[in-house]
């Protein structure tokens, strides 16, 4: 199965801040990687697939990088409703695999 | 606008078998993969598999000799059997749509708890 390293694994921020969340897939995985966001008690949300792709109704201040096996999730202005824990998702190969999450905290 | 229900029993015996459904609403099942994932309370996300709406499944190889997935597309609900279960398999399961042509998770039900416990 294909390994995903996500880190780190928390961190604290403020709003307005810029915040960088990193995964790194075990083997190539070309631009197969999804981004989601989870709030406590709430499903995971979609917010980028294909790498780079907003999904619809995502605001513009998330994008994502990378291709092969480094990517990144940035958010531009972080936002009150932003706190949360990240998760990204591979599905190149079986059987899916997820990253570990990364929750982002309130400074 | 999509939406998934997961319902079925929150309470099930060690060594007896896990079922729950999804109904789906808001859109034809028809050219999507149907999945179910887990989380265990206070831990990460683990994909279970999923059931193409034509019928043909992928398993997870750590659950696949206790998994069968399966879907009723007239009755717009797809269902997860995880047999033999032992507290190891106490989490919160989600249904899950995957889009047409990439299977990448565009929309999740809420997710129900399922504890295992005499």
């Known amino acids: 199965a294909i390994r995903i390293t996500q880190s780190p694994s928390s961190l604290s921020a403020s709003t307005g801040d810029r915040v960088t969340i990193t995964c790194r897939a075990s083997?190539?995985?070309?631009?197969?990687l999804a981004w989601f966001q989870q709030k406590p008690g709430k499903a995971p949300k979609l917010l980028i697939y294909?790498?780079?792709t907003l999904q619809s109704g995502v605001p513009s201040r998330f994008s994502g990088s990378g291709s092969g096996t480094d990517f990144t999730l940035t958010i531009s202005c972080l936002q009150s409703e932003d706190f949360a824990t990240y998760y990204c998702?591979?599905?190149?190969?079986?059987?899916?695999?997820f990253g570990q999450g990364t929750k982002v905290e309130i400074k | 606008q999509v939406q998934l229900q997961e319902s079925g029993p929150g309470l099930v015996k060690p060594s007896e078998t896990l079922s729950l459904t999804c109904n789906v609403s808001?859109?034809?099942?028809?050219?999507?993969?149907w999945s179910w994932i887990r989380q265990p309370p206070g831990k990460g996300l683990e994909w279970i598999g999923y059931?193409?709406?034509?019928?043909?499944?992928n398993y997870n190889p750590s659950l696949k000799s206790r998994v069968t997935i399966s879907v009723d597309t007239s009755k717009k609900q797809f269902s997860l059997k995880l047999s033999s279960v032992t507290a190891a398999d106490t989490a919160v399961y989600f249904c899950?749509?995957?889009?047409?042509?990439?299977?990448?998770?565009?929309?999740w039900g809420q997710g129900t708890l399922v504890t295992v416990s005499s």
């Open positions: 899950a749509r995957g889009a047409a042509g990439t299977d990448r998770l565009d929309y």
């Open positions: 808001g859109d034809s099942m028809n050219s999507y993969y």
């Open positions: 059931i193409y709406y034509s019928g043909s499944t």
């Open positions: 083997q190539g995985i070309s631009s197969y």
């Open positions: 294909a790498a780079s």
């Open positions: 998702q591979q599905y190149y190969d079986y059987p899916r695999t």
